[in-house]
DNA sequence: GGATCGCTGATTTTT
DNA sequence: TCAGCGATCC
């Protein structure tokens, strides 16, 4: 069990008694923790504050109840939100057992959904090979629902609609539930029925969207008693993770598989109010704050001892979320040896060029002091404000990624090939049929796609079979009747080789007969080889699986980057994305009234949206270990023009003791007071007491206006871009190339994106 | 089927 | 500003 005390070292506090051997992995644990752990019978909630070790606490004490014989590992429900933190607890889980963890109900919400489904599929009219739709065939379903109701798209966007429909979701509302109050948001109440279609739409598809998960299964749970009872018999206990983000028909499906008659609900659910950051995604922290009413006599644990941060860190972040309103109340007190540390510091700066030479600055400056770049992170509001740092990283040579880019599933040839896929395991998935049946072309156009729906329509059969029926009768001719008669053939002699040649050599061959690869194999697009190499790693993924079934409930559910190895990286991402992760070193720029806190949620959302984007600066904040560095800058170019801008009133409420003012703006009284907010709201803006910045610290990162560089591009030269492919340059302008490329078009570029050849 | 034009809108996105 | 779309034309 050596590997167990390794894996509990990493910020744990000294025992103080030598533990009986077999219960070691409780004695590294403090009070509160231990607490949370042993607390075994009856609701528990453990308000767990960032940084105080809420997954050691939920994977030990999965452990206890498994070492401690209560349970077998069947007997467990373990529910958390990402894939990744479903993978991280099965294999800490696993460290603890000393073996692997295997036969656990331990997933994300949604995966272990499916998984129910699968079983009960019938009785919402599915049968277990349902397909699981992605976004895409979410959109392009309901456009179709939409054109037959003749309901106008340009007046009412399809994303419009198919949100309304989500939120309905992930609030438990079935068509049937839906009042006609309810309805008139959207559409002048037209949609209510659009979604009642949509439904009937995806039954005849045998398919689900993600909400359908959760709604399908909690509606069996709440009308089938006798499988309700079923899972009751099974699960003992059951651990939520990350309970603050639940949505309504989350928390209704925990509930009917807690509450049982004769009491007992053995359910611990770990969460932090403080931390709740998706509301707009439907979360609801009411769930949390109420935990204590739905399971009466529930115990709360509070963790606060935080092992990540500095004190001023802790300090900072403690300070801001204390404006916020009802909240369960935690403080975070340090629970690290190094309870001094650097102040956080707030930069004031010029213009965002110049933020983004000040991080930049300090990276660089922080790299020659052996700090690895995978320890620096830039957290922004919004994605595209990442674009300026890539531009300055890209200039200084530091390496970096963006997490949260286009993911490995989202790409079209994959979508491509798994639609491929799609056909083979499940005839009737009309959508998947639909995206490639032109795909290579086929001479597929709208009149023959037109017949083949009216025939599906008026014989009640998926598209595949109403091909099959047109090319029976003879009504397709020509080119389109050979090359769909090709198709088919295709589809049944993967079908055959499924179950005899296995389900990896199947869909190589699929892809071969059908032309997908050839297709691209015959492109001259630059980004052809790349998108080969794509699908070459698809089919070699594909092995990992028992089956093709296996194998798409996987990329249905687990939708994520496979990132490329740990390279030394400086790491560039939104706050939601940083949540649950740390790093040494955090930026956190743009913190700007309209932009953090974002204008559109405050006039949205109000004071709610407000407390929900301080609840975002508390998250951003937490993520440091070491340092973190505010800032914001006076003025900003949104879309065309330049704007001044008023510094975040988030700064303003940090804790003066624990932080350093820097920068090189003088941002005077009068301009704080008088300036416009950078997108006209109607929130009223805080008439809070300034903080007035008027450092005249002239810091180190500052530089003189970057001296302009001629290229050493000539005029002519060969090129080739990693994005556009080879291209010849037409002119240049100082560091810029106009480049016109062989395949992308013209374009202008900075020189030291694109490398000379030959 | 592909190129071109013009309009629009522009946070966050665990599954 | 600019990308991403739908409509329109060849």
């Known amino acids: 069990m050596t590997d167990v005390t390794d894996l509990l070292a990493d910020s744990a506090p000294v025992p103080a008694l030598a533990p009986p051997p077999a219960m070691d992995y409780l004695v590294s644990l403090n009070a509160e923790q231990r607490e949370a752990v042993e607390t075994i019978d009856g609701p528990l909630l453990v308000l767990a504050g960032a940084g105080t070790g809420k997954t050691r606490v939920l994977t030990t004490r999965f452990a206890h109840i498994l070492l401690s014989g209560r349970a077998f590992p069947g007997q467990v429900l373990a529910v958390t939100f990402t894939n990744k933190a479903a993978r991280e607890m099965r294999e800490r889980v696993g460290h603890l057992l000393g073996r692997p963890a295997e036969g656990l109900w331990l997933g994300t919400f949604h995966a272990l959904c499916a998984r129910m489904l699968r079983r009960h599929a019938e009785y919402v009219g599915l049968t277990s090979s349902f397909s699981i739709l992605d976004t895409d065939d979410q959109i392009r379903l309901l456009k179709q629902v939409m054109e037959a109701r003749r309901i106008d798209a340009k007046r009412w966007p399809p994303q419009g609609l198919m949100g309304v429909i989500q939120r309905w979701k ?61 899972y009751h018999r099974a699960f003992r206990y059951i651990l939520v993770d990350e309970y603050q983000d639940t949505n309504t028909v989350q928390y209704l499906w925990l509930r009917l598989l807690a509450k049982r008659e004769g009491g007992g609900a053995n359910i611990c659910c770990v969460g932090d109010d403080d931390q709740s950051i998706y509301s707009w995604r439907g979360a609801e922290v009411e769930n949390i704050l109420r935990f204590e009413k739905d399971f009466p006599g529930a115990r709360i644990v509070r963790l606060e001892r935080n092992y990540r941060s500095t004190a001023p860190i802790l300090a900072a972040a403690s300070g801001l979320i204390a404006h916020n309103g009802g909240r369960l109340g935690k403080t975070l007190r340090p629970g690290r040896a190094d309870t001094t540390g650097e102040r956080v510091v707030v930069a004031s700066v010029w213009d965002s060029d110049e933020e983004a030479r000040m991080v930049g600055g300090r990276m660089e400056s922080l790299h020659r002091d052996n700090h690895p770049l995978s320890e620096m992170a830039v957290l922004v509001r919004a994605g595209f404000q990442t674009r300026a740092f890539e531009e300055r990283l890209i200039t200084l040579g530091l390496p ?48 023959t796609l037109q017949a083949l729906h009216h025939e599906a329509r008026a014989a009640q059969v998926p598209l595949t079979v109403a091909v099959q029926r047109l090319l029976d009768s ?17 589809f049944m002699r993967a079908r055959d080789a499924l179950g005899r040649d296995g389900h990896v050599s199947a869909v190589g061959t699929l892809l071969d007969e059908t032309g997908y690869t050839g297709m691209w194999q015959s492109s001259k697009s630059p980004e052809a080889p790349g998108r080969l190499d794509n699908l070459k790693e698809l089919v070699r993924a594909l092995a990992d699986f028992e089956s093709l079934g296996g194998f798409l409930e996987h990329v249905s559910l687990v939708m994520e980057n496979e990132e490329s190895a740990n390279a030394d990286r400086v790491n560039l991402m939104t706050i939601h994305g940083a949540k649950g992760l740390e790093f040494d070193t955090v930026f956190l720029p743009g913190w700007e009234e309209g932009i953090f806190p974002s204008q559109r949620t405050l006039d949205e959302g109000g004071n709610k949206g407000l407390e929900e984007e301080r609840r975002l600066a508390y998250v951003a904040i937490t993520r440091a270990r070491l340092r973190a560095i505010i800032s914001h800058a006076a003025n900003r170019r949104i879309y065309a023009n330049w704007q001044s801008a008023i510094p975040s009133r988030f700064i303003e409420e940090l804790p003066d003791a624990h932080i350093e003012i820097t920068g090189s703006a003088s941002l005077a009284r009068e301009q704080r007071m008088s300036a416009p907010p950078v997108f ?30 001629e290229t050493a591009i000539a005029v002519g030269a060969r090129v080739f871009h990693q994005k556009f492919g080879p291209g010849t340059v037409r002119a240049t302008d100082e560091d810029r190339l106009e480049i016109e490329f062989d395949h992308a078009g013209t374009k202008r570029l900075m020189d030291s994106y694109v490398e000379q050849v030959g």
């Not at 989202?410 to 639909?434: C, K, T």
């Not at 003879?474 to 295709?490: D, P, S, T, W, Y």
């Open 170 to 230: 992930d609030r438990g509302l079935t068509p049937a539930a839906i009042t006609a109050a309810e309805d008139s948001e959207f559409g002048g109440g037209a949609a209510r029925g659009a979604y009642a279609d949509y439904q009937a739409r995806l039954v005849q598809l045998n398919a689900t969207d993600f909400g359908d998960l959760m709604l399908h299964m909690t509606e069996i749970l709440r009308t089938r008693p006798d499988v309700l009872a079923q």
């Open 680 to 709: 006209g709201g109607q929130f009223p803006l805080t008439a809070k007491r300034p903080r007035v910045m008027e450092a005249t610290v002239i810091a180190a990162w500052e530089q003189p206006p970057r001296p302009k560089r």
């Open 400 to 447: 970096y990624r963006v997490i949260g880019g286009l993911r490995f599933y989202e790409r079209a040839e994959i979508r491509d090939a798994i639609a491929y896929m799609r056909v083979v395991s499940q005839p009737a998935d009309d959508l998947a049929f639909e995206r490639i049946i032109n795909l290579p072309r086929r001479g597929v156009g709208d009149a």
């Open 474 to 490: 003879g009504a397709l001719k020509g080119r389109v009747r050979e090359q769909l008669n090709a198709l088919m053939g295709c």
